[in-house]
């Protein structure tokens, strides 16, 4: 949190993405397993954010993390913190990152319920990331990283 | 004979029994024609759902792949 704090900044939202307790036809689920492209990840998130300031140039702090591996109910997979002058765009440019994040970056998860295991069914058929450009340099304040589970 | 490296992830490395094989193929039909004939049928219908990426980058069945490629499947994301 304190990263993400500028001087020139009077606003930092943060997503976190938490694991649920169930989905789509399946109660009680007890863990999540991610699995990734693991040298893909980073390309990919650094090409959102950079989606992002180009049609944010305002943002200063721009952080996109995924976890992979194995996590409980209530564990954090993922988290988007974005900083910038006024509320509105810092609360846009969130937004925009977890869901284009979600479209565009090659993770998979699979769930542990209390009936079984199996891939997740709430999969979304790749996109590429809108006007991202992975090969660019991020001058500024950027991160986007892969952190490993536990 | 060209070996590009195969990669699969999520669904579609479950229903091949491996994340990663050698497959021969000089361009990615080729390759995962290839492939569907040593997974199977489970594994040729998630074929269909998925994308493909050569060494990172959007493919098509008609890009061409030598021993030094890496050709990705990618199913359907569920990260989030």
Redesign the interface.
């Known amino acids: 949190m304190a990263w993400a704090i500028e001087p020139g900044c009077g606003a930092v939202v943060t997503f976190c ?1 938490t694991v649920r307790d169930h989905s789509d036809g399946r109660e009680g689920v007890t863990e999540l397993e ?4 693991m ?2 990840v980073e ?1 990919r998130l650094s090409a959102v954010a950079k989606a992002a300031r180009d049609h944010w140039p305002e943002l200063a702090r721009l952080a996109l993390l ?1 976890r992979v591996g194995r996590l409980k109910v209530g564990e954090i ?2 988290v988007v913190a974005a900083s910038t002058p006024h509320r509105g765009e810092a609360f846009d440019a969130a937004r925009f990152c ?1 869901d284009t ?10 769930e542990t319920w209390a009936d079984g295991s199996d ?2 069914l ?5 996109i ?1 990331v809108p006007g991202g450009d992975e090969d660019v340099d991020h001058p500024n304040g950027y991160d986007a990283s892969i952190a490993m589970g536990r | 004979v060209s070996l590009p490296r195969l990669r699969l992830f999520g669904p579609a490395a479950e229903a091949a029994g491996t994340p990663h094989e050698e497959i021969p193929g000089t361009n990615v039909e080729e390759v995962i024609e290839a492939a569907r004939g040593r997974f199977g049928r489970e594994f040729s219908a998630i074929v269909k759902t998925c994308r493909i990426w050569v060494n990172g980058d959007c493919a098509d069945l008609h890009t061409p792949v030598n021993e030094s490629d890496e050709v990705a499947l990618l199913p359907p994301v569920s990260g989030g």
């Not at chain 1, 994040?101 to 699979?110: A, G, Q």
């Open positions: 993405g991610y699995q990734a492209y040298e893909q390309p995924h997979s993922v977890i994040l979600k479209h565009s970056v090659p993770i998979w998860k699979r891939w997740a709430c999969a979304h058929d790749m590429d």
